[in-house]
């Protein structure tokens, strides 16, 4: 967890040529409002880039915004980086993403997907169940 | 007002409603709602100035609307395909959607094009995917519309080189480019270079238009992409506007007359799911420009001062929950635009929160409009809620609240200066946030989303999947072409481009060189890349 004890910390980014930012904006927003640690990538990230700034930032969660049809391409890019990097931050997504798609991104590692229209608090208890569970196994182990 | 209903009949009155944009409504309007209004000033018969009720004496009447998907996807085959299937559903005007590389100026086989190839629209890199795209499609009868604006020059030069090789004059073009690069800055994002280079882009490309294309709209002032960023229905007419008297200030400080290339400018706003205010916005849309246009830039020509705008029902308001209910939200929003007076429409498809539409869905949407305008009858009488108490008083409102955006943007130093401090991207992502709010906290219905929920349904709609192998094979095409053309002949084009460029001559005749060598678009675009270099936009949120 982070230094800031049991905040969340989360990056949300924009990976791809997508411009679309009305969602991510939103969704920072709402998460700073529960409490979270939140940083913003800005428009036209690589994947390279965003796995390095996750890092760096030490955070939880990476939440990307995908809304032009290369989500698959980018999550598997992402997911690849993270193992490479023995990396445990825990990745999940939104934007326009077929139903038929979102067992592929399971598969990849991503958490969730989260559909347009999705209540910001869905998103909020989803961060605060990811964090809760990576504390789990410690707690398990003191058993 | 509302006080004495209820004491009047007991009865409840729902409290504060108000409209989308925050424009509080009455329980019920009176002709003292409009008592300043006066007719021959503010409204006039349709056709005649301020054009309040339709630029044209006989509307629909004379002509429907154009009926114009927004298409493409994967190769230029394959969109190609999808135009002959609309146009023969009865389609009346074409719509490129390109795909995100060619958006943002980079061949199909650059780096950071990788996994976006053909998804989002169509893949273009070079003329000869342009004369794919168009094969078999008469250029000089049907209308085609290319929403495409950093790299407009090098699609709309693409198009042109197309109609010469076919022997059709550019005269005979009539169509749209969108080539308005300031929304970009605001709303869409797909931007390449500094806002300055790109409004001198902008220019070149009216001047030239005006000049050797005169059927052509050389731009699309765009609000669309406000509304789906965010905006209210007052900030979207308001920024819109402003941008479009920016081009006029831009094109005649480029010097231009103002009655040479004011009847080319055309316009795009979304139609949004607020009934009657969405109406007032087009209305008082044609009546502001009018009067601008007459009174700030003194235009002589009636065409000078008509507002033209295509629309497109709101893609923000479809619903991933219940998609089958998109159906029936297109058909009232695409209604609004009809009865607003436009003059070609998109209708969505209903699967548009998941994938870009399958053949089946954008039948249904093609549908739509022509229900509305074979069955409804509404096409049938001009402007049909003209002296409604209601629409006319919100069409004055809109109009004063388009009036204070316009003071303040003023007062700010104009808009290159409120583009590039983020006056208005703060102002529509604080809308997005009001409107998200809302609808969290039920003030705001979205059936099937906030009400009527069905958490547990399985949302099982066919999608169309774009086959994975059209980046391959575009990679494959783009080098077969590279070891075709003549080489020595491109550099050369690049290179004049390259000082005409960094001089103020107008770029177009030597983009068309380029392209009339089969340099392809990433090149075309690197050469700018070089010159004006690139824009990074400040995060902020």
Not at chain 1, 30 to 48: I, R
Not at chain 2, 362 to 381: D, F
Not at chain 2, 388 to 416: C, D, P, W
Request: charged share 25%; aromatic share 8%.
């Amino acid at each position: 967890m982070s230094v800031m004890g049991n905040r969340p910390k989360v990056l949300i980014a924009k990976v791809g040529l997508d411009g679309h930012d009305r969602g991510v904006k939103v969704v920072v927003k709402a998460l700073e409002e529960a409490g979270f640690e939140v940083y913003y990538s800005g428009l036209h990230q690589t994947p390279e880039a965003v796995v390095d700034k996750a890092l760096e930032l030490n955070v939880d969660l990476l939440g990307v915004s995908t809304l032009c049809g290369a989500h698959l391409t980018i999550f598997s890019a992402i997911s690849k980086l993270l193992r490479q990097k023995g990396s445990r931050v825990k990745l999940f997504g939104g934007g326009i993403i077929p139903e038929a798609d979102k067992k592929a991104l399971r598969r990849m590692g991503v958490e969730r997907i989260f559909s347009p229209g999705t209540p910001l608090r869905e998103i909020v208890d989803f961060i605060r169940s990811i964090c809760k569970e990576k504390r789990l196994p410690k707690i398990t182990a003191q058993k | 007002m509302k006080d004495e209903i209820k004491t009047l009949k007991g009865e409840e009155v729902k409290e504060e409603c108000s409209t989308l944009s925050g424009i509080p409504l009455k329980p019920f309007y009176t002709p003292a709602d409009i008592a300043c209004l006066d007719y021959m000033r503010d409204l006039g018969l349709p056709g005649q100035y301020p054009y309040t009720r339709g630029i044209h004496e006989s509307m629909y009447l004379a002509r429907l609307w154009t009926m114009r998907l927004f298409s493409g996807f994967g190769t230029a085959a394959q969109t190609n395909k999808r135009f002959r299937f609309l146009l023969e559903e009865g389609e009346t005007g074409l719509s490129v959607a390109f795909d995100m590389p060619t958006i943002m100026g980079y061949d199909s086989d650059h780096p950071r094009a990788r996994g976006e190839v053909g998804l989002c629209g169509v893949a273009i890199d070079s003329l000869e995917d342009m004369e794919i795209l168009f094969q078999n499609i008469a250029l000089d009868q049907v209308t085609t519309s290319m929403t495409i604006n950093a790299p407009a020059s090098v699609l709309f030069a693409m198009y042109l080189v197309v109609a010469e090789k076919r022997g059709i004059p550019f005269d005979k073009l009539h169509g749209t480019i969108q080539n308005d690069i300031l929304k970009e800055y605001i709303a869409q994002k797909s931007f390449i270079f500094p806002p300055k280079p790109s409004l001198r882009l902008v220019t070149d490309i009216i001047a030239y238009s005006t000049r050797h294309v005169p059927k052509w709209n050389p731009v699309s002032v765009s609000g669309y992409h406000m509304r789906e960023a965010g905006a209210t229905a007052v900030q979207e007419l308001a920024f819109t506007l402003a941008d479009g008297f920016t081009y006029v200030e831009a094109t005649m400080e480029a010097g231009l007359d103002i009655d040479e290339f004011a009847p080319r400018i055309s316009f795009f706003f979304n139609s949004h799911s607020d009934f009657f205010e969405e109406i007032a916005k087009f209305r008082a849309a044609r009546r502001i420009w009018a009067r601008e246009m007459k009174e700030r830039y003194k235009a002589k020509r009636p065409e000078s001062v008509w507002l033209r705008f295509h629309t497109q029902t709101a893609g923000c308001t479809l619903t991933a929950q219940q998609p089958e209910n998109n159906i029936v939200r297109v058909a009232f929003q695409a209604l609004q635009a009809v009865l607003g007076g436009t003059q070609s429409l998109h209708t969505n498809s209903m699967d548009e929160t998941f994938a870009l539409p399958s053949e089946k869905a954008a039948t249904l949407a093609l549908r739509t409009q022509q229900i509305i305008a074979y069955e409804t009858g509404v096409a049938n009488t001009i402007d049909p809620l003209a002296g409604s108490y209601l629409v006319e008083s919100l069409t004055n409102r809109m109009e004063e609240e388009a009036n204070k955006h316009f003071q303040e943007i003023g007062q700010r130093g104009g808009m290159l200066r409120c583009i590039e401090e983020g006056y208005f991207q703060k102002e529509i992502i604080q809308s997005a946030r009001r409107y998200q709010e809302a609808l969290e906290r039920k003030e705001r219905i979205i059936v099937g989303l906030n009400k009527y929920e069905h958490p547990e349904e399985k949302v099982i709609i066919p999608t169309l999947k774009v086959d994975p192998s059209v980046e391959k094979e575009q990679i494959r095409r783009l080098k077969s072409l590279k070891a075709r053309r003549d080489n020595r002949k491109v550099e050369e084009s690049l290179g004049t481009l390259r000082e005409a460029s960094r001089g103020r001559e107008n770029v177009m005749p030597y983009v068309l060189d380029c392209v009339r060598n089969y340099a392809t678009l990433g090149e075309i675009i690197n050469v700018w890349r070089e010159v004006f270099g690139q824009y990074r936009e400040p995060v902020m949120y």
